[in-house]
């Protein structure tokens, strides 16, 4: 049974930084695809960043040089630095993690689609 559970939200002002956590358990996180998703009340959930050894390292514009994905196979985690946050980032964020056994390209890695996984989420405000 595959466990993803995620850790690091909170609140900031705008500009401070969160690091997000998602640890894995009966998944390993070198394989495959993993992503983080966020959904703000009201609006659809979208694809924030995604990383994997069967996927390119994607990130949405609206975070591109404020965000970065890492993995750390030692630790099974991945992780989400936000930097330079901003009130727009207020949402919650989701952990996920996929099993396809083939690279997935395009704009394929920030679909929720090609996830099978996900955890419970984990709220960031940012306040102005």
């Known amino acids: 049974q595959v466990q993803l559970v995620e850790s690091g939200g909170g609140s900031v002002q705008s500009g401070g930084s969160l690091r997000l956590s998602c640890t894995a358990f009966?998944?390993?996180?070198?394989?495959?695809?993993m992503g983080w998703f966020r959904q703000a009340p009201g609006k659809e959930r979208e694809g924030v960043a995604a990383?994997?050894?069967?996927?390119?390292?994607t990130y949405a514009d609206s975070v591109k040089g404020r965000f970065t994905i890492s993995k750390d196979t030692s630790k099974n985690t991945l992780y989400l630095q936000m930097n330079s946050l901003k009130p727009e980032d207020t949402a919650m964020y989701y952990c996920?993690?996929?099993?396809?056994?083939?690279?997935?390209?395009?704009?394929?890695?920030?679909?929720?689609?090609?996830?099978?996984?996900w955890g419970q989420g984990t709220q960031v405000t940012v306040s102005s």
């Open positions: 996920a993690a996929g099993r396809r056994s083939y690279y997935i390209g395009g704009g394929l890695p920030l679909a929720a689609s090609s996830y099978d996984y």
């Open positions: 009966g998944y390993t996180v070198s394989n495959y695809c």
């Open positions: 990383i994997g050894s069967l996927c390119s390292t």
